[in-house]
């Protein structure tokens, strides 16, 4: 048997009497036909022409999505990672995001391709249905769902203008918690490098505690009931 391959009506000598005809030797849009002849031994048959055939668009794939973000928690928007490919290299865009909370779809950030913090709460699970089209075929995939995390509380300390040791050493304690739990605050004071441990958890030094020139230094912690704050040092 012998084959002559032409592409667009041109003969591709590398392709001859190569049946079947490798996928690397097509791509979308090229019209192949084929020249066929036979030999008995001792003769040749006339050649045949096959009828034209069109390659065909090949669809999209997605290889993965994901959803994910810094902490996994109310603190930081939620984000789809696609990673996708198209073997004909069409430019891929995609089609739709569905977003699903709890197994329900809901009506917010359709079609959004991140979920903003503010639409979370923790112990939600969360997963997205995307679409993704190269121009003429679409492909659907599901992401694996995720559970919103508990996020640290925070705290910062301020200390006031002018200290004297006429008046109470009172920093200015700021806590807060993206998740609204109540907190519970751990205070440690040191004078001079050592600690007191008779101020331990007070919010402030007694004026009786206080004379002029010495250092104090506070560490403080928040706890929401699952994780403690980093510790702050003032």
């Known amino acids: ?3 002559v391959w032409s592409k667009d009506g041109l003969a591709v000598e590398a392709a001859d009497d190569l049946n ?3 996928a690397s030797f097509t791509a979308k849009g090229e019209e192949w036909t084929v020249d066929v002849r036979v030999y008995d031994g001792a003769l040749w048959s006339e050649w045949i022409t096959s009828t034209a055939l069109t390659v065909a668009n090949t669809g999209p ?3 993965d999505a994901s959803l994910t973000s810094p902490s996994m928690t109310v603190m930081d928007d939620m984000t789809l990672i696609i990673t996708s490919s198209d073997v004909d ?3 891929l865009a995609i089609v739709s995001v569905r977003w699903f909370l709890n197994d329900v779809e809901q009506g917010t950030a359709a079609d959004e391709s991140t979920l903003p913090g503010t639409a979370l709460t923790r112990g939600d699970v969360w997963h997205a249905v995307v679409r993704v ?3 003429t075929d679409e492909i659907g995939f599901t992401t694996q769902g995720v ?3 508990n996020a640290a509380p925070t705290v910062t300390v301020e ?3 002018n200290s004297t040791a006429l008046e109470a050493l009172t920093p200015i ?3 807060s918690d993206a998740d609204g739990d109540d907190l519970t605050l751990v205070t440690t004071w040191y004078k001079n490098g050592f600690r007191d441990a008779t101020l331990g958890n007070l919010s402030s030094v007694p004026a009786d505690k206080l004379d002029p020139e010495q250092s104090w230094r506070l560490m403080v912690m928040a706890n929401d009931g699952s994780v403690w704050s980093e510790g702050v040092e003032a």
């Open 1 to 3: 048997v012998e084959l």
């Open 20 to 22: 079947p005809l490798p």
């Open 61 to 63: 794939v997605i290889t």
């Open 89 to 91: 290299g069409d430019n």
């Open 133 to 135: 089209s190269d121009g």
């Open 147 to 149: 559970t919103v995390l």
């Open 159 to 161: 200390w006031p203008t």
């Open 173 to 175: 304690i700021a806590t």
